[in-house]
């Protein structure tokens, strides 16, 4: 075992590290204590890029994803924005076309975790790195958007944010500020801090169940979550298409389609049962 600090600008995450077997004694003390109750109480959920791609939605990281016809530094970046706030624009107004399309919807796992956050009876919080509205389109409203909502305008000066009906253009300000302030999009950028960092944090000291659904799991902070669910003796499952990294903190690990996996493994919770390698 052994500890150590990330900082991320003003978020310091506390990350302590343990074997597989470590979190399974802790999470095995932790079950005990909830013995007589229903199995979960307080259920975090992160979910990225891998579950909005099963709708359609083309991801960033992937080898044919967005970053390789466009310089990171460019299009998101506070210093790309400033530069040539145009071509930015219309690389979110690429993103935000095709999610209107009528082409992108939903998909059985966003159904599923709508589905959860109505049916259980505990404390729930969706966490999301997406900055699409597949989540809301399915009917989730306990849910944050870590990284912001393409939907959105936000005024550089205020931060307030903007429900937006067309793509970007300067024709779009805000009216918090005199004189109005051109929107930027609600995009939180390489650089900048993401959103609800400390209400993430207290739902993650307090969780007894913490899954992480199509996301790489190599961008802090969100890559540390699974330290602090561990630390705190909450279950740790990770649900992604490839196969688990030998250095994955996570204690479960289940392979496959997101909206294959979770109707069954919201079945499974909202029956009292407990979640493992088999619940597929």
């Given at each position: 075992?052994?500890?150590?600090?990330?900082?991320?600008?003003?978020?310091?995450?506390?990350?302590?590290?343990?074997?597989?077997?470590?979190?399974?004694?802790?999470?095995?003390?932790?079950?005990q204590s909830m013995e007589g109750t229903k199995?979960?109480?307080?259920i975090v959920i992160l979910t990225g890029a891998g579950i909005s791609a099963e709708s359609g939605i083309k991801t960033f990281r992937d080898?044919?994803?967005?970053?390789?016809?466009?310089?990171?530094?460019?299009v998101a970046t506070p210093e790309g924005y400033a530069r040539d706030p145009e071509l930015v624009e219309g690389f979110y107004n690429t993103r935000w076309s095709q999610l209107h399309s009528g082409d992108v919807e939903a998909n059985a796992g966003h159904d599923a975790l709508a589905r959860l956050e109505r049916e259980f009876d505990g404390d729930f919080l969706l966490v999301t790195q997406n900055i699409d509205d597949?989540?809301?389109r399915?009917?989730?409203?306990?849910?944050?958007?870590m990284h912001?909502?393409?939907?959105?305008?936000?005024?550089?000066?205020?931060?307030?944010?903007?429900?937006?009906?067309?793509?970007?253009?300067?024709?779009?300000?805000?009216?918090?500020?005199?004189?109005?302030?051109?929107?930027?999009?609600?995009?939180?950028?390489?650089?900048?801090?993401?959103?609800?960092?400390?209400?993430?944090?207290?739902a993650?000291?307090?969780?007894?169940?913490?899954?992480?659904?199509?996301?790489?799991?190599?961008?802090?902070?969100?890559?540390?979550?699974?330290d602090i669910a561990n630390h705190h003796g909450a279950q740790t499952v990770e649900v992604n298409l490839v196969e688990a990294d030998r250095h994955s903190q996570f204690q479960f690990h289940l392979q496959g389609k997101a909206s294959e996996i979770l109707p069954k493994?919201?079945?499974?919770?909202?029956?009292?049962?407990?979640?493992?390698n088999d619940s597929q």
């Open positions: 075992m052994y500890c150590y600090y990330r900082i991320t600008t003003n978020f310091i995450i506390l990350c302590i590290r343990y074997s597989r077997q470590d979190y399974q004694v802790i999470f095995n003390k932790n079950k199995m979960y109480r307080q080898q044919d994803g967005l970053w390789e016809a466009h310089k990171i530094q460019d597949l989540h809301e399915a009917g989730s409203r306990r849910l944050l958007h912001g909502e393409l939907s959105k305008g936000r005024c550089p000066r205020s931060g307030q944010t903007f429900l937006l009906k067309d793509p970007f253009g300067p024709e779009h300000t805000c009216t918090c500020c005199i004189p109005a302030q051109r929107l930027r999009p609600d995009v939180v950028w390489f650089g900048e801090i993401p959103i609800g960092l400390d209400r993430i944090q207290d993650l000291d307090t969780c007894d169940l913490f899954i992480a659904i199509g996301t790489s799991g190599t961008v802090y902070p969100a890559a540390g979550f699974v493994m919201v079945e499974r919770i909202l029956s009292g049962a407990i979640i493992n």
